[in-house]
């Protein structure tokens, strides 16, 4: 092994052993999300037909007299998507925790990138 592959193998274990919770669940999200064919959330722009993947961190009804949505913020480590489901108030399998791979077109509301109506699959529960 050479000098330059210890330094380096040292480097990823002391920054291993000093990172915060936080940031090795994001990393593993985003080792996840590469596994699932998932485009990483920051790099999305608008008008883009993307496929995200990444775990369920809310999930919110939000009623409207004219239109009912569900909310639900997807985090993959690197940034969060907002799906929004319009005229619905429930989705059996869309809860807080669970991970799923959506697909649509990214838009861009209030500063948030948003995916309206995706198509969806549900990852088994680990």
């Given amino acids: 092994m050479s000098t330059d592959e210890r330094r380096g193998t040292l480097r ?3 920054r291993r ?16 999300s590469a596994e699932h064919g998932g485009v990483p959330a920051r790099q999305c722009s608008r008008g883009e037909v993307v496929s995200v993947s990444g775990r369920l961190r809310t ?8 239109l009912p949505t569900l909310e639900a ?8 998507v907002t799906l929004v489901w319009l005229g619905r108030r429930h989705i059996a399998g869309i809860e807080p925790g669970r991970h799923l791979t959506a697909r649509g077109r990214v838009a ?8 309206y109506n995706p198509y969806y699959e549900l990852e088994p529960p680990k």
Wanted: proline content about 2%; charged content about 40%.
């Fill in 59 to 66: 999930v919110v009804y939000t009623p409207r007299t004219n």
């Fill in 108 to 115: 861009v509301r209030d500063d948030r990138k948003v995916i």
């Fill in 17 to 32: 052993l000093t990172a915060t919770e936080a940031e090795i669940e994001a990393q593993e999200l985003r080792r996840e």
């Fill in 12 to 14: 990823r274990v002391l």
């Fill in 73 to 80: 913020d997807l985090y993959d480590g690197s940034d969060v």
